[in-house]
């Protein structure tokens, strides 16, 4: 990614935060839509759900400038997503429910550069995860 783009996914994140919940609900809305398969694994309260989302998105988003902080805990919830049954394809409908939630709460804002920056943004964190999951656990 380059400075532009990790500028540009910071500043339209800002611009997300104070609808988070209702983001949240987009994307989840978006996501059962789309690939109906998943929602079984999710078990716990959806809004509780959501804002874990944000925070995950927000703490990803600041960490942007500053990749190898973030890429840790981006391994190690890929792997806690092993267990709840979350496979490699479903990285591709999340990316496709958040570029979708992200057009929805940011309107004429989410311009093709910051879709083409947000894409970007997810196919690396995504790509982190995919390789954890598939990878033997880390050896203590």
Request: glycine share 8%; aromatic share 8%.
């Amino acid at each position: 990614m380059t400075p532009t783009q990790i500028d540009l996914v910071q500043a339209s994140f800002a611009k997300v935060v104070p609808i988070a919940d209702t983001a949240a609900g987009l994307f989840y809305g978006r996501l059962f839509e789309i690939a109906p398969e998943v929602k079984p694994l999710f078990k716990g309260d959806m809004t509780t759900q959501g804002q874990k989302l944000m925070a995950t998105l927000g703490v990803v988003v600041a960490g942007l400038k500053d990749l190898p902080s973030i890429v840790p805990a981006a391994q190690n919830l890929a792997r806690k997503h092993v267990g709840y049954g979350v496979k490699t394809e479903h990285y591709v409908v999340v990316g496709a429910a958040l570029l979708w939630t992200l057009e929805q709460g940011l309107g004429e804002a989410f311009t093709p550069e910051v879709k083409t920056a947000w894409a970007d943004a997810y196919g690396l964190l995504s790509s982190v995860m995919i390789a954890a999951a598939e990878a033997p656990e880390p050896v203590a």
